[in-house]
């Protein structure tokens, strides 16, 4: 298996290199995607997932600097399946659930450390 590369950009986003995934330092500013999931219903999906074939739509960009230095690019995707039609990395996925907001943002009052804490960004934003 060879090493995946990341791409190193500079403070406006723009490509200054690559490097091999696990050879990053704090001060490498990177690329991260995320897809936020809904259903017709508004129903919010976590956890990642595998699909394919999809066709989101392209949301906000952020700019993160904490532990992690990246700019995230958000997409989002509303899509009507089951949960046990998802096909998920057991290895990386605890579970599938949908929740509906009000379920969401009391799970991060009341669970604030087992979630992302851009999940609640996500809820204002997109």
């Known amino acids: 298996m060879t090493n995946q590369r990341i791409i190193i950009v500079n403070e406006n986003d723009q490509v200054i ?10 001060e490498d500013i ?3 995607a995320a897809l936020w999931v809904t259903n017709s219903q508004g129903k919010i999906l976590t ?17 993160i600097s ?16 089951p949960i046990e039609d998802f096909k998920i990395q057991e290895a990386e996925v605890e579970r599938v659930k949908w929740f509906t907001i009000k379920e969401l943002k009391k799970e991060l009052r009341d669970h604030p450390g087992s979630y992302l804490e851009g ?7 997109l």
């Open 30 to 32: 990177y690329r991260v």
């Open 47 to 63: 956890e990642e997932i595998g699909l394919r074939d999809i066709k989101p739509t392209k949301g906000p960009k952020r700019r």
């Open 17 to 26: 290199g690559h490097k091999e995934r696990g050879t990053l330092v704090k």
């Open 66 to 81: 904490n532990d992690y230095n990246y700019f995230g690019q958000w997409y989002k995707l509303v899509v009507d399946m």
């Open 119 to 125: 999940i609640s960004w996500c809820l204002e934003n």
